[in-house]
Each structure stands twice: as C-alpha cells, then as structure tokens.
C-alpha cells in the first residue's frame, strides 16, 4: 500500500485546504473542478470526523434565518449528489417532521412555520389527531407537530469519503493522516507547517477544521471562542419498516429516524468529548435517557435491541451559526467552523460557497449572518482577493 503521506509535497499550491470533512472535502471538489491546484490536508481520514459521526439529518427545518440561505443550496444539491460525488449517499427526502409535546410547544411551531414561509420554505402544521393517523406508531405524548416534506436523512459515513474521492477525480491532491501543526503568513501567501516537519506555501487557505476551526484561527491572532459539542448517538438491530420521515422535537432533546435497512437512529443529550486528544464516546446513563424519551414517542420500540452507540466531536459558536467567510483580518483567509451541531445538511454546499469565495471573491449565496466578523473586528485592506 501507498503511504501517501510520504509522497513529495508540493512546494506551492493555489489553495489548501485544513481539515477534510464535507464542508473541506466539497471545496477541494469544486476547486479542482475549476482547474484550482489544491491540497487538502486531514489529521485522520476525510469524512472520519463529525461529517461521518452524525445522526445523519438533513433538513431545514428549525434552522436560524441566518443559515437559510446556505441550507436551501444545500438541499438542491443533495438531490444532485449522484452527479455530484457519483452516489445518493443514501439520502433519502422523507420530510422531516418536528413534534409538540406540549400546546405552548405547537404554538411555536406556527412562528417558525412564518418566518420560514416568508424566506419561501413550505411548511404545514399537523395536529395530534392527524400526526396519530399518518403515523399510527406515535405515542399519546405527541401534541401536534410540523411537517417540511422537502427534508429528509442520509448515510453521513459515505458523504464525506464520496466528496474526498471525487476531488481526488477531480485533481484535488489529498493527504490523509497529515495534521496541520501551524499556520502562518508568508508575504502574501501562507506557509502551512505539518506536524511531520514538511510544509506548503499557499495563496489562499480555507479552514475547514471543524471543533479546532478556532485553534486553527487562533494562529493566525483571530479568537473565536468555539466550544466542544458531542452529541450522543445511539442505533438499534434492522427492524422491520415503520419510521416514514425524519422526526425531531421542539427543544431538541431527542431526534429519530430509520435507514432503508431497517436500522433506528436516535439521538439526545450529550456525550463526553476531549478535543485536546480528539478522544469522544458515549455516555451509559446519556443513552438510557434518551432510549426513555425514544419509547415514550414511539412504544413500539419497546423489545428492539440496542446494538451501538457513539459520539462525535462538533465545535460549536456561542451564537450556534457557524463561522464561515472571509477572515476578517488577513485577505486569502476563509473559515467555515464550527457548525454548531447543524453542518452536516449544509456541507456540500459550504464547499461551493468556498471555491466561489477564493475564485471570485464573492458568492450569489447570502451569509451575511454567518460572517466571522461577529466576533472579530474587520481590519481595513487593499487586497481584493476575498472581496
Ligand atoms: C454526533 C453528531 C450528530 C450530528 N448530527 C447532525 C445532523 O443530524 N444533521 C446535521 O446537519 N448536522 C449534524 N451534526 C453536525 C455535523 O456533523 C457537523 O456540523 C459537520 O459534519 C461539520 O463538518 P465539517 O466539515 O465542518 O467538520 P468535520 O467533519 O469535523 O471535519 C473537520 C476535519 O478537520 C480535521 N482537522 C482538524 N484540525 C486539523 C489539523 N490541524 N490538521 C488537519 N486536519 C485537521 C478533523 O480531523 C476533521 O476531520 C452532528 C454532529 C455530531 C458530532
């Protein structure tokens, strides 16, 4: 076998890219794409992080006005993923469906159900009466719930390897089990250190770390303050079918779906995480709440069998948007972190965003609400690179 991470590196690039999940491993796609020379460099393996530990939700639905944008590009291209990466990537568009477990609960529903109306998303409230007729499995807590039938779930262990092997197709230079020990300035460009001694110079540099977004940032003397997230994650024997859409809850505290082969995924609460060691897992007493909360939306669960459970490692913004645009202070810079739990339905088309950002400077895709001067002043610049 290869060892990749031997092979002669580069001496200067147009891009690299640090961190190979969706959002780092879908803009080494498109850059290459547009005849970008790109080298993106993963601590592990591409995808192995959050893009591939997460519950596997793609929807819009419960999302800020801020992220909608990004998320409604996401969404038409999770559609094209065949022509994109070559596979579904298991997506399926079941709708997602958010419950009401109290009546203050469902009245919240119809303020989402407004704002999302008038950004031009489609969603439909549904009481407790109709939710038990179309999913007769629902137990009596449910008091009502809303529907966004465009919404829907997919394998997140195949979509981060599919968009690294389809920029490798593409041109992109990927390098596997490289850790990015430093970033830094070098006239114009960056030099960009790996842990292993070696080093790149780039013209522009995307931080695409995910939970180390900030340490990455911080090396260059921006300070984000991103916390650690790691949701707990649990998965059942294949049952026989019965889940129809994706389903969470006002609150968040627990979410559910089924794979096509049969598999019950549910979420809630949070595992334990050590980022300063990349270390995440389950937590007993996390799981046997959140599998009480699962019995008490859906008893019929009652006699499956849980066969696993895990965590992830998520960074996560105190306003829960991710950091994602232009370095507010050095031009060639662009971040996309900290995801806040949220990132995986965006992914795709955060890398989109990205290679539009370092080839035109700008992008028809508003986010505004998502730029990373929310927490770093803009220093002014000449450069125009980043527009
Ligand atoms: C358990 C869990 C459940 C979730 N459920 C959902 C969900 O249902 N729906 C949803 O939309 N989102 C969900 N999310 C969030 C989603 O998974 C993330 O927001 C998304 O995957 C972030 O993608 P990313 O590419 O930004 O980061 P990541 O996938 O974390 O990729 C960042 C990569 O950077 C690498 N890296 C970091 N530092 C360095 C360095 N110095 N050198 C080289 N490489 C480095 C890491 O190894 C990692 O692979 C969940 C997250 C978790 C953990």
Known sequence: MIDAARIALPTHVDVAIIGGGTAGCSAALH???????????????CGGGASGQNYGGVRQQGRCPEELPLSFRAREMWDRLPEIVGHDCGFRASGHIKLA????????????????????????????NALRDQH?????????????????HANPR????????????????????CPVAKLEREGAAFRISLADGRAVVADAVLNTAGAWGAT??????????????????????????????????????????????GNVVFGGGRGMADRDRNLCRPLGPVTAGAAAKMLAL???????????????????????????????TVPGLIHAFGFSGHGFQLGPAA???????VLTGRTETDIGGLSPTRFVPPVQSNDKRTG
């Not at 195949?158 to 089990?177: K, Q």
């Not at 008893?299 to 994602?324: C, K, Q, T, Y």
């Open 31 to 45: 850059l290459a794409q547009a005849g970008q020379r790109v080298v993106l460099f993963e601590q592990r393996l």
């Open 101 to 128: 477990r109290t009546e203050a609960e469902f009245a919240s529903l119809e303020d989402w159900r407004k704002m999302a109306a008038s950004h031009g998303l489609e969603v439909s409230l549904i009481t407790a």
């Open 136 to 152: 007769p499995y629902l137990g009596t807590e449910v008091k009502g719930g809303s529907f966004c039938a465009s919404d829907g």
């Open 158 to 177: 195949l979509v981060g390897p599919l968009f690294a092997r389809a920029a490798e197709r593409a041109g992109a230079d990927l390098r596997e089990h």
């Open 216 to 261: 990455i940032a911080a090396q260059i003397g921006e300070t984000y303050e991103e916390r650690v997230m790691s949701p707990n994650m649990v998965v059942t024997e294949p049952l026989a079918p019965m889940l129809t859409a994706n389903f969470g809850v006002c609150g968040g505290d627990i979410y559910f779906r089924q794979t096509p082969r």
């Open 298 to 328: 859906v008893p019929g669960l009652e006699n499956a069998s849980v066969i696993r459970s895990w965590s992830g490692i998520e960074g996560a913004m105190p306003d829960d948007r991710p950091v994602f645009g232009p370095s507010p």
């Open 351 to 357: 890398g989109a965003v990205l290679s539009e950002l």
